[in-house]
């Protein structure tokens, strides 16, 4: 394979792949469902990692209720309140998941990473304007999805 010497305009070529793995139909794990039994297994609580997220409780645990629901076994078992509060942790299944799943990661962003080099050194960085609208319509988004969860 051909190696470019340095991306034009000394800067850093980065190309990052974002993926779902589809098990069966409504039966999937991406990178957000990863990251939230990820937040899980660090905090012991979903409205801990809900918050680390940015998302909203609801939202977290309509994820987490369908990730319970596609498999034979949950990923998650779920305590109920009391004096110590009441908390969420992995099950074995859900711990497997969040390791396959980063260590699938791993290697496809590798073979990204080289295989789509010559391309990604001809990337331009977004321009400063560019760079202020995205947080904005992220924003906007954001806000969207919470008044639909407001509204159901």
């Not at 297994?41 to 997220?53: F, H, N, V, Y």
């Not at 073979?111 to 202020?132: D, E, G, M």
């Amino acid at each position: 394979m051909h190696q470019t010497s340095s991306p034009p305009h000394g800067r850093n070529a980065m190309t990052q792949v974002r993926f779902r793995v589809d098990f069966a139909a409504g039966c999937s794990i991406g990178p957000g469902k990863v990251e939230l039994l990820e937040g899980i297994e660090r905090t012991g609580s979903l409205r801990q990692a809900a918050r680390g997220l940015k998302m909203s409780y609801r939202r977290a645990w309509l994820l987490l209720d369908q990730l319970n629901h596609s498999f034979a076994t949950p990923v998650t078992t779920a305590t109920v309140g009391g004096s110590g509060g009441g908390g969420a942790a992995l099950t074995p299944l859900g711990t497997a998941l969040i390791r396959a799943y980063r260590a699938f990661d791993r290697e496809v962003q590798a073979l990204a990473s080289q295989a789509l080099a010559p391309i990604a050194s001809c990337a331009k960085a977004p321009s400063p304007s560019q760079a202020r609208r995205r947080p904005n319509r992220q924003r906007r988004r954001l806000s969207r999805a919470r008044a639909a969860d407001r509204a159901e």
